[in-house]
């Protein structure tokens, strides 16, 4: 039963447009997010976060949206470049499971130049 | 910067062997994690270690065995390996109750 889910196996953007990916999840009590990505042989590295009491949080070009009713967040890029082509991965976290991440299934982002 | 190694980037061993996975990391910190990444299905936590010869099962510990003797050091192991442990294996690490997580770059083991 995953808890977090990607349900978009790829992506593919024209450079310069933007890039959304979404994730949603089951458990009420997640209390933090993360997308991390992950290039081709290389490990997964943070991306951005984003806390449960906030609905937005912003990063240059990364903006990530959380909808806490519909239990659905999303990872904004704009504008969208040939580097950001990777795999996306959302995470969740929760105080009371000790802060462990529990990873959806992840998206293939690939921007066209 | 943290910097978290592992051992091996590619890795081929035969059915039956006893596979070791080593993760060094030089940040002090006390946790350490073991995942293994699968297509369609992502990240999933294998054991992960909060000090020195403590140990949890993660969501899939079945067939694996961990060690940690020292902070900066976590060994996988795979005590007889098998196909269905083909698989890209990553280690991570965290200080204390952060949320974040510090990957290395993953060994890709194929069993055959």
């Known amino acids: 039963d995953q808890q977090v889910k990607q349900n978009s196996p790829s992506l593919s953007v024209q450079e310069g447009r933007i890039s959304i990916l979404n994730c949603d999840y089951t458990?009420?009590?997640?209390?933090?997010f993360l997308w991390y990505k992950k290039y081709p042989a290389e490990g997964p590295t943070f991306l951005i976060s984003?806390?449960?009491?906030?609905d937005k949080n912003e990063d240059g070009r990364f903006t990530v949206f959380l909808n806490k009713s519909a239990k659905h967040l999303s990872l904004h890029i704009v504008p969208s470049q040939p580097g950001d082509s990777a795999v996306y991965f959302c995470?969740?976290?929760?105080?009371?499971?000790?802060?462990?991440?529990?990873f959806g299934a992840g998206t293939i982002l690939r921007v066209k130049s | 910067d943290v910097k978290v190694t592992q051992s091996s980037r590619y890795l081929v061993k035969r059915t039956g062997e006893k596979v070791f996975l080593e993760c060094v990391q030089d940040?002090?910190?006390?946790?350490m994690f073991w995942y293994r990444q699968d297509p369609g299905l992502g990240l999933r936590l294998i054991y992960f270690?909060?000090?020195?010869?403590?140990?949890e099962k993660g969501d899939i510990p079945e067939g694996y065995s961990v060690s940690r003797e020292k902070k900066e050091r976590f060994s996988l192991i795979l005590e007889s390996a098998s196909t269905n442990q083909t698989s890209m294996y990553l280690c991570?690490?965290?200080?204390?109750?952060?949320?974040?997580?510090?990957f290395g770059p993953g060994t890709r083991l194929t069993v055959t």
């Open positions: 991570a690490t965290r200080q204390g109750r952060s949320y974040e997580q510090y």
């Open positions: 458990n009420s009590m997640f209390d933090y």
């Open positions: 984003i806390s449960s009491i906030k």
């Open positions: 995470a969740a976290s929760a105080l009371v499971y000790g802060n462990k991440l529990v």
């Open positions: 940040m002090d910190h006390e946790n």
């Open positions: 270690s909060y000090d020195v010869k403590m140990k």
